[in-house]
């Protein structure tokens, strides 16, 4: 394994500590240094007062999601576990209190045994304390139905379009239950699928996490290197991304005339330049469908270590939901 | 050789095609399409009457540098070549004249001997046509003094301050004299140095371009995979950390009391993560020194490809460079 890391078991506490020192004008990563509290990253102003808190977290590795994401327009709080990892329900239940100013909070979670279940013990604990908190979980993998780390499907790089847009509608004022509400909406409507390269490797593993032969491709592979759908001989871009955008948009059901946000994900490891050939051929037969693309996000935003492959989420658009996407962001990793 | 792209000789079309159609609002893409003129990326809007024109390129495989930072505060046109190739001066004389709105134009080049002369020959037909055009020659890269590409120090991803803070100076409207100057002001105070665990794989090849034991890595890496200073058994992050800033700082001749930017920037597979791990050391190596890292930026900016590590840039600052760096910037790969 060859890591730009110093010792792999404090992989997670090194690149946030660094992530700190260069946005302190964004964001706070509370917890780093002992003695201290639980470890999550907030916002570098604090909450705002009167505003529905919007919370997210889960294993390492997927960076930037969710730290990137923290700042005005998105998240208030964003929860790191150790790599792969559901981050401990101490650490969920301190970003919770910290996003609370009384509105209420969301805890956006993605579909994963560990994470469902840390962020429902915090909630409790949260809601014992007084807070009022909504939960939305994100299952937006259409890959396979249920998985190793998973009942039901996974939540994967649909996730993003869900803090944001969530995020968006606290800023507009929403209540607790509207922004929760308009969460819901971007669940039921986004769907993604991936492919692998390549295997990632988990810094305190220090070997690939499967083994993937030089001239095949696994379709359908989790964000954790979890196995997919199938494994396939290497082929073209279009005929890979076809693979991708087919189960993606037959599950959305879209139909001629619809409006979508497509997004094209990079798992780590692969530069942009292949994630826009993918874009440009996964448009192409989104618009051979009739469907109109009238948002795009081409970039590495939810990923998986090192992993070489990308993904493709598509989101059914409404005009409020792209009123949302493109509301203003000021984060580490989005802004417009 | 897995990628994900169709055809490896249309590589950078297609993946220009598919940035265009992503980021429509922001750039266009001059000379895709059959019959048509000579291969460049401009700005959706066009050039901004008045204003002196800045225009970079160089060869591709180094994304988002150049065309993802073409918009406001930036580039007026970024050159795309073959893959590591040198643009022809017609592509490059092409941008030449769309970026000049008879304000005059800066030409942003890196110091390898083919853009140096295919520019060269660019900037002497725009000038026979009654352009005022000038040069920069950005060579941050501490690492060799000649190499298989350059003669002279090479350029690397210093060449992203330089694009960023002469852009400014365009806006702020300076004349074309005055934007080379600060451009020149830049570069003299700039410096790189970069790393590699893996070597890159052209396309058009289909297979690494140098090999490199599983637990060695390539100090001072050019950002095509040509040599460095010398091979080094894989080491912490801190280590190898050192290996960079030193050369940088020392040969920048940085003295206490000093402000710097700070960009350490991922070679294209290397996980954010990680890079912020060198991030955070390559601070405290600064701060030892009594150096204020006043600026900060992090992210895969100036990349070769698939290739695995990073590469530190340090920017000495003063109060007016600090003030251009800080100034609004609205393009695909930089946003504030």
Chains 1, 2 share one sequence.
């Not at 469902?116 to 007084?130: D, R």
């Not at 803090?163 to 929403?174: F, H, P, T």
């Not at 992993?307 to 802004?335: I, K, Y």
Request: aromatic content about 4%; overall charge negative.
């Amino acid at each position: 394994m060859k890591k730009l890391l110093d010792d792999p078991a404090r992989a997670v506490e090194d690149s946030l500590a660094g992530f700190a020192a260069a946005h302190a004008g964004l964001v706070r990563v509370h917890g780093l240094d002992e003695p201290s509290g639980p470890l999550f990253v907030g916002r570098a102003d604090g909450a705002v007062a009167g505003k529905v808190g919007v919370v997210s977290g889960g294993g390492s590795g997927h960076e930037p999601l969710h730290a990137g994401f923290v700042g005005d327009g998105m998240l208030d709080a964003a929860v790191p576990g150790a790599v792969f990892t559901s981050p401990t329900p101490d650490r969920v239940a301190a970003a919770l209190r910290a996003a609370d100013t009384g509105a209420g909070v969301l805890a956006v979670v993605k579909n994963y045994t560990g994470d469902v279940l840390n962020f429902e013990t915090a909630v409790e604990l949260a809601q014992a304390e007084g807070a009022e908190v909504a939960t939305v979980v994100v299952d937006d993998d259409v890959a396979v139905e249920d998985s190793l780390y998973t009942a039901g499907r996974r939540g994967v790089a649909g996730t993003l379009a869900v803090e944001k847009i969530a995020g968006a509608a606290a800023v507009r004022g929403d209540s607790l239950d509207q922004v929760a509400a308009v969460a819901g909406r971007v669940v039921a409507n986004v769907r993604s699928m991936g492919v692998a390269l390549t295997a990632c490797t988990v810094p305190a593993v220090g070997r690939p996490g499967f083994d993937l032969g030089d001239d095949e491709v696994e379709i359908g592979i989790g964000i954790h290197g979890e196995p997919g759908r199938r494994r396939v001989p290497m082929a073209p871009a279009s005929e890979i991304t076809r693979l991708l955008v087919d189960p993606v948009a037959d599950d959305l059901g879209l139909a001629a005339g619809e409006r979508v946000l497509l997004f094209v994900n990079g798992m780590g490891g692969t530069p942009s330049s292949e994630l826009y050939v993918v874009y440009g051929r996964a448009r192409r037969l989104l618009e051979e469908r009739g469907v109109t693309v009238a948002r795009s996000l081409v970039g590495s935003y939810v990923t998986s270590l090192d992993m070489q492959g990308a993904s493709v989420t598509v989101l059914r658009l409404d005009e409020e939901l792209e009123g949302l996407w493109d509301a203003p962001v000021r984060t580490v990793a989005l802004h417009w």
